[in-house]
């Protein structure tokens, strides 16, 4: 499990019910002070509206949240913090002590809510559709090695060493010294590829991106482990000679690598969501549409959520017994207790990963469209009354 996947799984653990906790996520790719002004009344109109529905007894640790929310928010108008982020993501809860940011590079629509747990939906989908990926730039003289996630540079290091330039002499001096020059090249190679092979062995969802020559690449390639070799994402060409300002090439490379990435995921999107149906639907280890899915979240079964964009249907949670449902009910109809409203798509995916499972969201298809846009892969098939017996089938 990567660090941010830690968080993650962190936050979808979190209810507090007494003490709200604020959630919003901000697209800050800003070109003007217009952008600018266009976020900031955004969050003062959703702040106010917050607190004029807030209950009584929310309190002052509420306020304190929120005021510490409008100043985050208002360093980000002003360009006091870090302008590479496209986007930003804050849960905040002063009762409970909880202030945390992520920064994204991608943009992101403005969203703001107020409950007693983290909206995790729009983190998730940047979480399981940027995987993190190990980027190798590599030379004669090694390696700049990049570790990213989230779509940018978690860390990074230079694994490099001097190698003499070629010469024209001839001879067996020519040769000799061509020799010596490709064994240095291989040390430089062999150096890089135990920092590449000690990041993807410590991440197993890694994937390695290779940019350079096509001669580099091959050579750095044939340093790598077997088992290494059929992660490899992508070979990208080397930065052309115009690249040369500070930071320019690095840009580049990880933007042409996220980019990689992202296509990857689109095209697993595309096989992912018919291999889950077949499997459905031949009996194995897979449910289709929302009162199936709902029901094997309940029993923790759900190993893979598939969500499409946009998913919005409501549903209900028992204060007593922690169950949910489809639609709304009065009353919970696992153990008649109390329930409330939950937008379902968010409980669904709270659910699956405080059970240490993935939420996959994919661009609208017609294939998750006949099935309400939600489907899931299993751990085990386990028991329909495995948590209770429903007094009537949950409807659609």
Request: include cysteine; hydrophobic fraction near 40%; aromatic fraction near 8%.
């Amino acid at each position: 499990m990567t660090a941010i996947e830690s968080e993650l799984l962190e936050l979808a653990g979190i209810r507090s019910e007494e003490d709200p906790v604020v959630t919003l996520y901000l697209n800050t790719r800003w070109s003007d002070h217009h952008q600018r002004e266009r976020v900031r009344l955004f969050v003062r109109h959703r702040m106010a509206r917050a607190r004029a529905r807030a209950p009584a007894d929310f309190g002052e640790a509420f306020e304190r949240t929120l005021r510490r929310v409008e100043e985050h928010v208002e360093g980000l108008v002003r360009q006091a913090f870090d302008e590479s982020a496209h986007g930003v993501a804050i849960f905040a809860c002063e009762g409970l002590g909880l202030w945390r940011t992520f920064e994204l590079k991608h943009e992101i629509e403005n969203e703001f809510g107020v409950g007693p747990t983290p909206q995790l939906l729009r983190l998730a989908r940047f979480v399981f559709d940027y995987q993190p990926a190990v980027v190798a730039v590599v030379d004669a003289r090694g390696a700049w090695i990049f570790e990213t996630a989230l779509g940018d540079v978690i860390a990074e290091a230079r694994i490099e060493h001097q190698v003499p330039a070629r010469q024209s002499m001839g001879g067996w001096s020519q040769f000799r010294y061509q020799r010596h020059v490709d064994q240095l090249v291989e040390r430089n190679h062999e150096e890089a590829a135990k920092t590449v092979t000690f990041l993807l062995e410590k991440d197993p969802k890694s994937q390695l991106i290779l940019v350079g020559t096509s001669r580099e690449v091959a050579a750095f390639e044939r340093a790598l482990p077997a088992w290494i070799r059929p992660r490899i994402l992508a070979k990208m060409p080397a930065p052309g000679p115009r690249r040369d300002r500070k930071g320019e090439i690095r840009e580049h490379v990880l933007a042409s690598a996220v980019e990689e990435v992202l296509e990857h995921e689109r095209a697993l999107e595309k096989s992912g969501a018919h291999a889950v149906v077949g499997e459905a639907l031949a009996g194995g280890l897979a449910e289709l549409g929302p009162e199936d899915v709902v029901l094997a979240a309940n029993q923790g079964r759900v190993h893979r959520l598939l969500l499409e964009d946009g998913f919005d249907q409501a549903g209900w949670r028992c204060t007593n017994c922690d169950a949910f449902g489809i639609k709304t009910a009065k009353a919970c109809r696992y153990c008649g207790g109390p329930t409330e409203v939950v937008a379902l798509g968010e409980e669904l995916a709270r659910r699956v990963i405080q059970e240490g499972g993935e939420v996959e969201v994919y661009e609208p298809q017609p294939l998750l469209d006949h099935y309400f846009g939600v489907a899931a892969v299993l751990r085990h098939r386990g028991a329909r009354a495995e948590i209770g017996a429903a007094s009537e089938p949950l409807a659609y």
